[in-house]
């Protein structure tokens, strides 16, 4: 059964360091998400993604955020330069129809 | 604005026990709802999902859920629970997928379930 991917599954980086998230969608969705879950807190919505181009972004997605789709298949976040309060578990979904199906995230640890 | 609440943020059964983790919903326009489970250190995996057909919806693991437009809920019942089903249980609400927008989850804060033996 197709699955959404994530890579790493723990990054560890340093307070102002850039880090890369990387999920690989299932090859026959055009819709991409990335949300985030806080440690003991609900899961919120970061961005989505469709056609090239962001469709819609949360409040949460600043100037520091962007995602890109670099080469078909991978779906990047990238955050420029990490604070304390971005450490959190960051979750790829991507959907055709109605069902987002969820990677298994990446637990990102700012220090 | 769409919002869940579910009520509960710990829900503890005996095994062999119902079910019931509760959902309200707050949205401007006809949702898709969604229930979601997550176990210890996993991703997310979709138990069962309201697209306005059925109001009456069964989804994985003998899980099953209905919506109720007059109560705005979207209860999630199972008539056993197996020791199996401990878990973090989140409900969501979409707009549903317009085109190009929408789509997103808006999710409520999680029902831990516990399993007694």
């Known amino acids: 059964e197709p699955e959404v991917t994530q890579t790493p599954s723990h990054q560890v980086t340093q307070m102002g360091q850039e880090v890369i998230l990387r999920c690989v969608p299932i090859s026959n969705h055009l819709y991409f998400y990335w949300y985030r879950q806080i440690l003991g807190q609900k899961v919120e919505f970061l961005v989505s993604f469709y056609n090239n181009e962001i469709s819609e972004k949360s409040e949460i997605f600043d100037d520091q955020f962007s995602v890109e789709r670099p080469d078909g298949s991978n779906f990047t976040l990238k955050i420029r330069s990490t604070k304390l309060e971005d450490s959190a578990m960051y979750f790829c979904a991507s959907r055709n129809n109605y069902e987002q199906y969820f990677g298994p995230g990446t637990r990102l640890t700012v220090t | 604005a769409q919002s869940v609440t579910q009520l509960g943020s710990h829900v503890s059964v005996s095994e062999g026990a119902l079910v019931l983790l509760r959902c309200n919903y707050s949205?401007?326009?006809?949702?898709?709802l969604f229930w979601y489970v997550q176990y210890p250190n996993q991703g997310l995996q979709l138990l069962l999902k309201y697209t306005s057909a059925a109001t009456l919806v069964k989804g994985i693991n003998g899980f099953e859920a209905e919506f109720k437009k007059s109560e705005t809920s979207f209860h999630l019942t199972k008539p056993s629970a197996h020791m199996s089903d401990a878990a973090e249980y989140f409900c969501?609400?979409?707009?549903?997928?317009?085109?190009?927008?929408?789509?997103?989850?808006?999710f409520g804060q999680g029902t831990e379930l516990s399993v007694k033996p």
């Open positions: 969501a609400v979409s707009e549903g997928p317009q085109g190009n927008q929408g789509g997103k989850l808006i």
């Open positions: 949205s401007s326009v006809p949702p898709y």
